[in-house]
């Protein structure tokens, strides 16, 4: 018995004409063939049966018939003879057409299989390098031998179905027109696409008429000429007004320009309203001016060496190279608003950036479809195949919390990094491979060829808005100069560029085409080169005295924000009871038929019973206040973490899962009519990406609360590109503001070294000019203020949570409604109330921080303690200088100690040492600095053996309080 094929690799190579031959004979007869055949012919799913034909489904019997001619032996029985047997001739004929049909039929497996080859892997075989360095191996499965077709078989029409368009063609037809489809200046890669509709669609869409070509109006042509021109000019005109400056060209790479403008015009017509950019270094200048229109004499300003911004606006600043801007087109009466995310020189560090703030703007115009905000995203070569954090986005794509409906993805493929070379940097021919793990098309194009650059933009841009899913688009270019203009690349690829330096530009080739055709002269064509120029020269003179007037960054949806003022900051954040109670009561609500867990329906009846006393209300309680409070107010939160939907340890329960049929409950979504809407997401299991997306939120949202929360604080290592690069240094750096909530659970409990600390040491070092805050709080009380004073000032910062674990539960870690009333708010210090020594005896004031404050205060009463306060620091900072000299100064006789739980090395100590010092002085303390207690230093955060962790948190307690 045969043994039936296990892949569809099966269907290629030197099984082409057993298959075909086999497939030939069940066309004509099924029984004719052995039973496992049969059933491998007939189970073939759409890709697999794509090889052997589109034979399928109400077209199979129409196919067949075609295949075979009309003496189908199926269609009637031979006549017969004497005896009921058929006559000698009417059987010969019959043996004679069943052959003709059989020998037909596997012509039509053949020639089926040879397009199927094609469409997978005729872009193997495109001209897509403009320098044709490649030397790319000869492809024999593109070829008919491989098939099995020989020199005769050439001129020999075959039925195809309708395949590339073909009813019947010959064996030279179909070669000449799959090459022409998939083998040109353009590769395709799309047959790993597993949905049938978005795979027809693509095929359909390059194997019409025009042979995967457009026929542009000699209006169309024009228009990408004058694009390249601006492109091929900018940075011709730099490199002669500022030679060897640094600004990352796009020499090389000038079909970019036109095909962006494809992606805004086709997208405008199909109801693109907003484009979010994102994109490296190179061409970035190009684009801040040939797209997003910044004038010419602003960026020749700061090749001067003048800042971007007005002369009142403080910051860093950051090189050009870096800065965004944003600007509204108008194409045919639609106009497109366009806004270039600011990025650091991490590379593809920006791109979840970009679709945060995508995801963002969609639910701010309600765009539920995701057709009228869409992401573009730029990468080079090398940083598409190298970073990992591009499959992370990518991953992102199809999420239900990330979802933005697709991203058009430019690679601009120089062709090497650096200095380093694609086969030592990747494996793959392509470096788009990423891309294939969410299916995305992908269309290769040889940047000298702008017009099918613009050409596979416009198919790309039409499959984005008709799928929403991702699309890449590969312009396989050249770098004409080095990684920057004053690198001397033939170091290290001499042939490279030896050929780059007698290769013509992209303008240059389209000129000459143009010409050729008859649409352009090359008078015509200097007088509009020179006249570009001339312009350039003009804003150039201008660039001399050109002073901005105005920065951009509290405007639009920051209109009404300001910068943050320098007293207390503290917002009104507390508020009624009875508004307290309203929405207590609704989070321990259910739909009545509810299957609901017993264990958390316990949970809601004693927070039901906090409610009704307002009293001991826990952290995670205080937490859904915070939400629901602000939501009644209009104010939308979103929550996006691993697990955050019931907590990692537990406690937040706020999706409800019914038990018998897992529908879902969110308590507060159902608060009251009209509310703001919550939005808590399960994040995949990724830090860096995850984290972006949720900083590119909050920065195109500022009236909306965002968090981000790490599973445990230390998950926060894998995202520091994303803290020190944006959420540290955005402000100062772009002028972009963000109120990003980070939440680390941290607190030491014996659970070893990377599940004890969120390594708060980390964010205090990059802690200046006011850009971020850092708490380590107490209460649930304080925490609820602080996340709700995020929203109740007239500026935004990025507040980050050193998240209590173990004091999720604590008894004694809870808050009454007295301090959530309007006279309260966050205390960015705090003196333990119940405490009964008097200031003037008290000999040590122990300040701290966290959790260890319970360990302290535990401690303290069983030793029936009366000379020594505990004073928690609950902001480190911004560091609270008036209110820590307020609570020392009611201590003036006694020593400081700083105690941590944290390693010596870690923690706040080295940051809040010499403040604390400068605070003691100025208030002219006795005691003139703080002592250290805690554990030493250490390299690992914290010992992974409980019996030592115990032994060392008894240690620093006791330390901390002996005198």
Known sequence: MATQPSSNSFLFGGNATFIAEMFARYIVDPSSVDESWQGFFAGLDDDARGVLGELKGASWARSRSKIIGAEDPTAAAPAKGKGGKPAANDAAKAEVSTESARQAAMDTARALMLIRAFRSRGHLAATLDPLQLDARKAHTELEPEFFGFTAADLDRPIFVNGALGFETATVKEIVARARAIYSRTIGVEYMHIQDTEQRAWIQKRIEGEQENTTDFTPRGKKAIYNRLIAAEGLERFLDKKYTGTKRFGLDGGESLIPAIEQVLKRGSQLGLREVVLGMPHRGRLNILTNVMLKPFKALFSEFQGNSAAPDDVEGSGDVKYHLGT?????????????????????????????????????????????????????????????????????????????????????????????????????????????????????????????????HVTRIATEFRMQFKRDVVIDIVCYRRHGHNEGDEPAFTQPLMYKKIATHPTTRQIYEDR?????????????????????????????????????????????????????????GSTGLDPSILR???????????????????????????????????????????????????????????????????????????????????????????????????????????????????????????????EGQFGDFV??????????????????????????????????????????????????????NMQVVNITTPANYFHALRRQIRRDFRKPLIVMAPKSLLRHKAAVSDFEDFVPSE????????????????????????????????????????????????????????????TEELSKFPNAEVVWCQEEPMNQGAWHFLD??????????????????????????????GLLKRHNQEQAALVDAALTL
Not at 524 to 551: I, M, T
Not at 727 to 745: D, Q, T
Not at 852 to 877: M, P
């Open 514 to 570: 143009l010409i050729q055709e008859g649409h352009l002269t090359r008078e015509g064509a200097e007088q509009e080169v020179n006249a570009f120029f001339d312009d350039l020269e003009r804003e150039f003179e201008a660039s001399k005295s050109y002073k901005p007037n105005k920065a951009d960054w509290l405007e639009g949806s920051w209109s009404g924000l300001k910068r943050a003022p320098e007293d207390d900051r503290r």
């Open 914 to 943: 010499r403040r604390i010092e400068s605070a003691l002085i100025a208030m002219g303390h006795k005691s003139k600095r703080p002592v250290y207690v805690g554990r030493p230093d250490a390299a690992a955060p914290a010992t």
């Open 326 to 454: 944003s600007a509204d087109r108008e194409f045919d009466g639609q106009f497109v608003h366009l806004s270039l995310t600011a990025n650091p020189s991490h590379l593809e560090a920006v791109d979840p950036v970009v679709l945060g703030k995508v995801r963002a703007k969609q639910n701010q115009k309600n765009d539920t479809d995701r057709t009228q905000v869409m992401a573009m995203l730029f990468h080079g070569d090398a940083a598409f195949a190298g970073q990992g954090l591009v499959p992370e986005t990518l991953a992102l794509a199809e999420l239900r919390g990330y979802r933005t409906g697709g991203t058009v993805h430019f690679i601009v493929n120089n062709q090497i990094g650096f200095t380093t070379a694609p086969s030592y940097s990747r494996f793959t021919p392509y470096p788009t491979d990423w891309a294939k793990g969410v299916q995305a098309p992908i269309f290769h194009v040889n940047g000298d060829d702008p017009e099918s650059v613009v």
């Open 717 to 770: 290592n894998g995202a520091q590109v994303m803290i020190d690069q944006f959420i540290a240094s955005g402000e100062s750096k772009w002028l972009r503001m963000s109120g990003l909530v980070m939440l680390l659970p941290h607190g030491y409990e014996g659970q070893g070294p990377e599940h004890s600390s969120a390594r708060p040491e980390r964010f205090l070092q990059l802690c200046a000019e006011d």
């Open 582 to 708: 309203e929405v207590g009561y609704k989070l321990t609500e259910y739909p009545e038929g509810f299957n609901i867990n017993r264990k958390i329906q316990r949970q809601l009846e004693a927070k039901r019973q906090m409610f009704e006393t307002g009293k001991g209300l826990d952290w995670a309680t205080a937490e859904a206040l915070a939400f629901g409070t602000l939501m009644v107010e209009g104010v939308p939160v979103r929550l996006s973490g691993q697990d955050s939907g019931r907590g990692t340890f537990s406690q937040r329960h706020s999706v409800l899962i019914d038990q018998e049929n897992e529908t879902r409950f969110e308590p507060l979504n159902n608060i009251r009519p009209g509310q703001a809407r919550y939005e808590v997401i399960d994040s995949p299991l990724a830090e860096l990406s995850v984290l972006g997306f949720d900083y590119g939120y909050s920065l195109a949202d500022p009236h909306a609360l965002v968090l981000w």
């Open 825 to 884: 708010t966050f205390h960015r210090v705090l003196r333990d109330r119940s405490s009964s020594v008097a200031g003037a005896d008290v000999k040590r004031v122990v300040l701290c921080t966290g959790k260890v404050y319970y360990d302290l205060a535990a401690e303290a009463e069983k030793r029936g303690l009366t000379d020594i306060a505990i004073s928690r620091v609950e902001q480190l900072y911004p560091f609270p200088h008036k209110p820590l």
